[in-house]
């Protein structure tokens, strides 16, 4: 059935349209970046923390009862002829060229502009993230969060396993932001997680700046990557469809020269599509999340995939103003990681679990149902804030092996084999290869940071997680490597389902459809990269 217009009214669709075509013309100028030794030396001139934008025109697209258009001024059928590449820059850019504007020195430095904030610099920022990993006694900076600190919210629910850490000698080190130096951190890709909206409507996705520590190219003892995954804010929230702007801008990337890529990018990654702040804003990477929240209600967020030490383990951490005279005004301050419910939770045999514990176990038996799912881009996990981890490891004491964890807990086996049965997937799973309590333990370490990003450490070279699947194969340890190299997951599995999300979308033929890709609203789903 060809539902009404799913596209802007009037004024936002002529804008989405003519930003577009005008970036995609390489018209769109980009603010012009600091040179390196003035991003080094000099304070960088405050800015308001909210810029103003252009006003975005209110509609009602999706109403709460039957999902059809109110208003139907300027009706736009839908066009089922557009279609989104998995395979281009529509959602991944790696090309080191139009990479190079995005150096993390210069991100850093527009978020600290953009937050008043200037007796902070771009390298004292960044230092400061890694001292969060020393220990007070060994701090780089006495004003900081650190692994011990009672401050420090990521260990919460769960002691850390491992602090310190033999990345925050990064917290000492001059040669972050210098190309060549071992130390550096170089950008490796650009990614759209448009995917990543949720039926909340406040934002329009992620978008993502990876960086690679220069020595894991050649070093694989040494080797760190940080994700800074922005959310952006959408100016109309409850209204998706002003999401049509940044969808259609990065579907305009398809087949364009690297100059207008380049171009395009900075436009929204440093400027703001019109109505829309730049990305690289601190509203965008968590200074409006709780550490409370769950992955579907978190406004963005930095995540450390690192192995300078083993074992190899995933962290988080967020944007935040600690309002306490003993700290600086604006740091990244640790927070738990989500849908990674902690290991050091489980008391086998005890006869008085804390609340925690209970809440441990009832994380797998209360999502059956979701990680039942038939197809892979399917399976998810809602994991309640109180039983996460502080860090997410491929082996040790911090590991997220749920199935080896519980493997002798025959009664929560037990309800889980129940909870299958009541909720009668309809999965048609081959002979030999049922839907089982050990399966579904399986997929619920795959949704945990570490597990999605290195599977055979968790299931073995086969990766299977039951009822005739298979979770996707990545690289060791991560999905995007030094090099911008791809893993399989993404190639073959995640990208092609993201590119079915923006396509949808962009279509704009099926109301149905496209509420039914946005991710529940406190979902803590966690994808690849």
């Given amino acids: 059935m060809m539902a009404r217009s ?9 804008c989405a349209v003519a930003l577009a075509c005008a970036l995609v013309a390489g018209c769109g100028t980009p603010g012009p970046a600091l040179p390196e030794a003035e991003l080094a030396t000099e304070p960088v001139d405050p800015v308001d923390p909210v810029d103003p934008v252009d006003p975005v025109e209110p509609s009602t697209s999706f109403p709460a009862d039957d999902g059809e258009l109110l208003d139907p001024q300027d009706p736009v059928q839908c066009d089922p002829s557009i279609s989104v590449p998995s395979d281009g820059p529509a959602l991944v850019v790696t ?6 504007p995005f150096q993390l020195e210069r991100v850093l430095a527009q978020i600290l502009a953009r937050a008043g904030e200037t007796e902070m610099t771009p390298l004292g920022l960044l230092q400061r993230l890694f001292d969060t990993e020393n220990t007070t006694a060994g701090a780089v900076f006495p004003d900081n969060i650190h692994c011990d600190s009672p401050e420090n919210r990521a260990f919460t629910n769960a002691a850390p396993v491992d602090c310190p850490r033999a990345e925050g000698a990064l917290a000492r080190s001059p040669d972050l932001f210098t190309p060549g130096r071992p130390d ?3 950008p490796v890709a650009l990614v759209n997680r448009f995917d990543l909206a949720t039926r909340a409507m406040d934002t329009c996705g992620e978008y993502r700046m990876i960086y690679a520590k220069q020595s894991g190219r050649d070093d694989p003892d040494n080797r760190l990557f940080l994700i800074f995954e922005g959310a952006l804010s959408n100016p109309t929230p409850g209204d998706i469809m002003t999401c049509s702007s940044p969808a259609a801008l990065w579907a305009s990337l ?5 100059a207008t890529i380049t171009a395009s990018l900075e436009a929204f990654y440093f400027d703001g599509l019109p109505g829309f702040a730049p990305l690289v804003d601190p509203n965008h990477f968590g200074l409006l999340s709780s550490d409370d929240g769950t992955y579907g209600s978190q406004r963005g967020q930095v995540r450390v995939s690192q192995r300078m030490q083993d074992p190899w383990e995933m962290r988080e951490l967020r944007l935040t103003t600690p309002g306490k005279s003993e700290l600086p005004r604006l740091l990244f301050a640790p927070t738990t990681v989500k849908n990674n419910p902690a290991p050091t939770l489980y008391a086998p045999g005890s006869s008085e679990p804390t609340d925690a514990a209970l809440m441990f176990v009832d994380s797998f038996r209360m999502n059956v149902t979701l990680l039942a799912a038939a197809r892979v881009p399917g399976i998810r996990m809602e994991v309640p804030s109180g039983v996460n ?5 491929v082996s040790g004491r911090a ?3 749920y199935a080896a964890l519980l493997a002798r807990d025959t009664p929560l086996l037990d309800q889980i084999e129940e909870e ?4 009668q997937p309809d999965l048609s799973c081959p002979p030999g290869d049922p839907l089982t309590a050990e399966s579904i333990l399986k997929r619920a370490s795959v949704q945990s940071c570490a597990g999605c990003h290195a599977p055979e450490q968790f299931l073995g070279p086969e990766r299977k997680i039951g009822c005739g699947l298979e979770w996707p194969g990545t690289l060791g340890e991560v999905h995007i490597d030094e090099r911008g190299a791809l893993s399989p997951a993404l190639t073959e599995v995640f990208l092609p389902h993201r590119a079915s999300v923006m396509t949808t979308f962009l279509q704009a033929c099926d109301t149905g459809a496209i509420l039914d890709n946005l991710l529940p609203a406190a979902s803590d789903t966690i994808l690849p990269i």
Avoid: C, N, Q
């Fill in 399 to 401: 590991m997220t092996d």
């Fill in 6 to 14: 799913l596209r802007p009214r009037g004024a936002r669709r002529a």
């Fill in 95 to 100: 090309d080191p060229d139009i990479l190079d």
């Fill in 184 to 186: 550096y951190f170089a």
């Fill in 389 to 393: 981890a502080g860090e997410s490891a």
């Fill in 420 to 423: 299958i049965a009541r909720a």
């Fill in 254 to 258: 398809e087949g364009k020269d690297p």
